[in-house]
């Protein structure tokens, strides 16, 4: 076997032990020869590592990274492919968050018109009159006070009858825009306020509205007993489709030269207006915040690992796949979010540094198509 180059060597041993460590701060001192020959290398060997560790990883599926719109590294396994439709769980809030954009730019909605004007047959004469003021704005953003019917009460929920009015018969337990109280009834229900506004089905809309211009296939997922394409879980994209996604949501709503989704709602989407007791992590309307070292990130989050992570000052889109079918298992959340941390956001630095230097950029395999 042939010995290894010496600076690859040094370079290898400088990276993290564990997905936990965090590099070192640079050193004021000047950079030596060496130092300066291995800065080009940095962003490969950093990205040829979070592959590694991906690949450990016995939940993980997919890793997929594109920076600038061009694919940088890109790995499946466990029978996934870029292809291959996967089960994106609760990330589907975000695809149903860019709908309800589509929608208000369309004037077919409000992000603070009461859902009791759209869905009155739900609120009786006895109905609690903070209830008949929750807004769309406020289900999408888990912040209508209402019950969840998440956690433990989703097996009940999902066997009930009627899965809107069984989210909206629970009880308050804040006021309207109080708290962030996680819920996937609550966007179950903006799915059926969808599906009244616009006059389609959830599905056919998104067929029509993100399907059709970003180019991807969405097929039919779970309906309700009343028909409601399920809101906010369940749909199904491929790797390359959630990348394509992202980039639209990276670029501010454009892709392909079209304005997909208004400039204004994914800023808006990514402001924060409640916090997760779970996770500590801030949501928006359908996107989670937080920061990667230095740079704001937002994401799309499924359960089990289904990632979409979005990093605009790195011109960053990653996204990560994991089994979708498993029990919660504690460990595989926190070393996905430590590839992203740990690798894939320094890669990108060090790569856009790279550029800004005027050494030669790695040339990209591929493109998000």
Same mark, same amino acid.
């Given at each position: 076997? #042939? &010995?290894?180059?010496?600076?690859?060597? %040094? +370079?290898? @041993?400088?990276?993290?032990? $564990?997905?936990?460590? *965090?590099?070192?701060?640079?050193?004021?001192?000047?950079?030596?020869?060496?130092?300066?020959?291995? #800065? &080009?290398?940095?962003?490969?060997?950093? %990205? +040829?590592? @979070?592959?590694?560790?991906? $690949?450990?990883?016995? *939940?993980l599926t997919g890793m997929l990274v594109a920076q600038d719109g061009r694919v940088i590294s890109e790995r499946y396994w466990r029978g996934a492919g870029a292809e291959r439709a996967t089960n994106i769980k609760s990330a589907s809030k975000s695809v149903l968050s860019a709908l309800v954009g589509i929608a208000i730019a369309e004037g077919k909605l409000r992000v603070d018109q009461p859902v009791a004007e759209i869905l009155p047959e739900y609120f009786g004469a006895g109905t609690d009159p903070r209830k008949r003021a929750i807004t769309v704005g406020q289900l999408l953003s888990m912040t209508s006070g209402l019950q969840s019917t998440s956690f433990g009460g989703y097996g009940a929920w999902v066997s009930s009858p009627d899965w809107v009015r069984?989210?909206?018969?629970?009880?308050?337990?804040?006021?309207?825009?109080?708290?962030?109280?996680?819920?996937?009834?609550?966007?179950?229900?903006?799915?059926?306020?969808?599906?009244?506004?616009?006059?389609?089905?959830?599905?056919?809309?998104?067929?029509?509205?993100?399907?059709?211009?970003?180019?991807?296939?969405?097929?039919?997922?779970?309906?309700?007993?009343?028909?409601?394409?399920?809101g906010g879980n369940d749909m199904y994209l491929t790797p390359r489709a959630m990348l394509r996604f992202g980039e639209l949501y990276r670029n501010g709503g454009v892709y392909g030269g079209r304005q997909v989704v208004p400039r204004s709602w994914v800023a808006a989407s990514m402001e924060p207006r409640g916090r997760s007791d779970y996770s500590g992590f801030d949501y928006g309307y359908g996107w989670w915040t937080k920061r990667s070292g230095e740079y704001p990130v937002f994401f799309a989050w499924g359960y089990g690992g289904q990632f979409i992570f979005v990093v605009p000052e790195l011109r960053l889109t990653a996204v990560f796949t994991s089994l979708a079918d498993l029990p919660r298992e504690g460990g595989h959340l926190p070393a996905v979010h430590a590839l992203l941390d740990d690798f894939v956001v320094p890669a990108a630095a060090a790569r856009l540094r790279a550029c800004a230097e005027g050494r030669k950029c790695a040339a990209a395999p591929g493109a998000p198509d």
């Open positions: 076997m #042939a &010995p290894r180059h010496p600076l690859i060597v %040094l +370079a290898l @041993a400088a990276l993290p032990h $564990a997905a936990c460590d *965090r590099p070192e701060p640079p050193r004021e001192a000047a950079p030596t020869v060496q130092a300066r020959a291995l #800065a &080009p290398l940095r962003d490969t060997l950093l %990205l +040829a590592e @979070a592959e590694r560790r991906a $690949a450990l990883l016995p *939940r069984d989210a909206l018969r629970r009880p308050l337990e804040a006021a309207p825009g109080e708290r962030m109280i996680y819920s996937t009834g609550s966007t179950h229900v903006v799915s059926a306020v969808l599906t009244r506004a616009t006059g389609a089905s959830t599905w056919a809309y998104a067929a029509r509205a993100l399907g059709e211009p970003l180019g991807i296939r969405i097929r039919p997922w779970q309906r309700d007993p009343q028909g409601i394409f399920f």
